[in-house]
């Protein structure tokens, strides 16, 4: 049997979001585009959670009199609504647009009937994400009938350096792994953490050793508890372009079920990669 690599094990800590902070984003755009730069600052702000008046004018950093301007504005489009208690959230016309985006991306009408399939084998959660914005972005989660339930949603991120999945995903861009890693563990990150690979040079030898097989673990590093498999969607070029994995919790997934899982999320991610135009090599 294979050794698994010595993956990192960090205990309970919120995901990382490494998207700029709104009021970067309203100061970075192009003269002319601010008003829609300011536009979608609001929409961010409400999306991390950020629900009245004063605290996403706060956010953003722009007028107050400017934000209420621009909440209504969202409110009639239907861009965000307004609860009974006057807080903000995200509107239907979000849901909508969302929704066609995750039709629109070939990769997910390829990968349904193949994660389906695998999802009736292994009977526990499988899940399919992309990058973007330097986050794991889940387009779908097929939950499995055993083990707890996991907070992985669709549209959920998380961070490419502590979950299997999103590792998948940086296989062929060894370039970006130390500086991805720090970003994700800044200085002080380490503590509370029960265990964790708190080195770069640890985490680069955990990424040369799952180049080397394809497949990619994370054994508990973003939730306690939870461990997966995870492999590379490939396109007709050859790039990864997405990613799937299984997911159990530990009293579903001991060492040698990590391995005997393994092959078969490579093969399921082959066949994702197939219906996509990528030749077996």
């Not at 070939?106 to 499988?126: F, I, N, Q, S, Y």
């Not at 939730?223 to 995870?230: F, M, R, T, Y």
Request: glycine residues 10%; neutral net charge.
């Amino acid at each position: 049997m294979t050794a698994l690599p010595d993956a990192s094990r960090p205990g309970t800590r919120d995901e990382v979001t490494s998207a700029p902070r709104a009021r970067d984003e309203v100061a970075a755009a192009r003269p002319g585009t601010q008003t829609l730069a300011r536009g979608i600052a609001v929409v961010n702000a409400v999306a991390r959670g950020h629900s009245r008046l004063r605290d996403i004018a706060e956010e953003t950093g722009v007028g107050r009199s400017t934000t209420h301007r621009l909440l209504q504005l969202l409110l009639a489009t239907g861009y965000l609504r307004q609860l009974d208690d006057g807080a903000y959230a995200l509107g239907p016309a979000l849901i909508e647009l969302g929704y066609q985006a995750l039709q629109e991306n070939p990769v997910t009408g390829v990968a349904a009937p193949v994660l389906r399939a695998l999802a009736e084998r292994v009977h526990d959660t499988v899940h399919l994400a992309i990058e973007d914005r330097g986050q794991v972005l889940y387009l779908d989660k097929i939950p499995g009938t055993r083990g707890a339930v996991m907070r992985s949603q669709i549209g959920h991120r998380m961070p490419l350096t502590r979950t299997g999945i999103g590792k998948a995903l940086l296989l062929d861009s060894p370039g970006r792994w130390s500086e991805q890693f720090l970003a994700e563990r800044p200085v002080g990150a380490g503590h509370g953490l029960e265990q964790d690979v708190l080195t770069v040079d640890a985490f680069v030898q955990v990424m040369e050793a799952s180049t080397g097989r394809g497949v990619t673990f994370d054994l508990e590093e973003n939730e306690p508890g939870i461990l997966c498999v995870a492999a590379p969607v490939r396109d007709t070029s050859g790039a990864i372009v997405a990613a799937i994995s299984v997911t159990a919790t530990r009293p579903y997934m001991p060492p040698e079920r990590l391995e005997t899982l393994a092959p078969i999320v490579h093969d399921a991610a082959a066949r994702i990669s197939a219906g996509l135009g990528r030749r077996a090599p």
